[in-house]
T-cell receptor, first 116, second 115 residues
Framework: AQSVTQLDSHVSVSEGTPVLLRCNYS??????LFWYVQHPNKGLQLLLK??????LVKGINGFEAEFKKSETSFHLTKPSAHMSDAAEYFCVVSGRFYNQGGKLIFGQGTELSVKP | DAGVTQSPTHLIKTRGQQVTLRCSPK?????VSWYQQALGQGPQFIFQ???????QRGNFPDRFSGHQFPNYSSELNVNALLLGDSALYLC??????????????FGPGTRLLVL
């Protein structure tokens, strides 16, 4: 069965400092992996996705993530945090072979706080 | 290009009642998935519809049912509401025939409160 574990429920950084949100995954096959962001009272927005191409994936708003098969990790990073980055972040794994579509399996979320 | 839209935005019901939530997918998408997000939790997959049929289902009771129409829009119905059904219900659309069919785009959600 596929699953994701987000290692921190809450991360707090100062504006202008780097962001690291950690995610480990478990999958019996080569997975598709995603990061979504959810701002308060808003829906989920896709930040970036990995689908077995380049292991370093660049997303929107300066975020990027690196797929490391040996470590079963897919950590999200950003060099410099902005106040507008404060939100809930979800690491997500696809539940099927990517060419068959299907359900997404979400982690529990990491709340990112950004201090001025 | 309109994204995924959902209605209503908020809803209050009492235990035992029935509710219908609606979703219109992103233009060009043919598949609709529904998720339940309880407070402080990640979304949980309810089911997915393609070609007007339920294609996959998560671990939810039969009180949760759905429908997809020929124009690809979808409804989620919940019967005999329980207090525990209070949650944000998210609709996501995707294109099954696309190069990345698992990439899903989410609507803003319907917040359901059961009293």
């Amino acid at each position: 069965a596929q699953s994701v574990t987000q290692l921190d429920s809450h991360v707090s950084v100062s504006e202008g400092t780097p962001v690291l949100l950690r995610c480990n995954y478990s999958s019996s096959y080569s997975p598709s992996l995603f990061w979504y962001v959810q701002h308060p009272n808003k829906g989920l927005q896709l930040l970036l996705k990995y689908t077995s191409a380049a292991t370093l994936v660049k997303g929107i708003n300066g975020f990027e993530a690196e797929f490391k098969k040996s470590e079963t990790s897919f950590h999200l990073t950003k060099p410099s945090a902005h106040m507008s980055d404060a939100a809930e972040y979800f690491c997500v794994v696809s539940g099927r072979f990517y060419n068959q579509g299907g359900k997404l399996i979400f982690g529990q979320g990491t709340e990112l706080s950004v201090k001025p | 290009d309109a994204g995924v839209t959902q209605s209503p935005t908020h809803l209050i019901k009492t235990r035992g009642q029935q509710v219908t939530l609606r979703c219109s997918p992103k233009s060009g998408h043919d598949t609709v998935s529904w998720y339940q997000q309880a407070l402080g939790q990640g979304p949980q997959f309810i089911f997915q519809y393609y070609e007007e049929e339920e294609r996959q289902r998560g671990n939810f009771p039969d009180r949760f049912s759905g429908h997809q129409f020929p124009n690809y829009s979808s409804e989620l119905n919940v019967n005999a509401l329980l207090l525990g059904d209070s949650a944000l219900y998210l609709c996501a659309s995707s294109l099954l025939a696309g190069s990345h069919p698992e990439t899903q785009y989410f609507g803003p959600g319907t917040r359901l409160l059961v009293l």
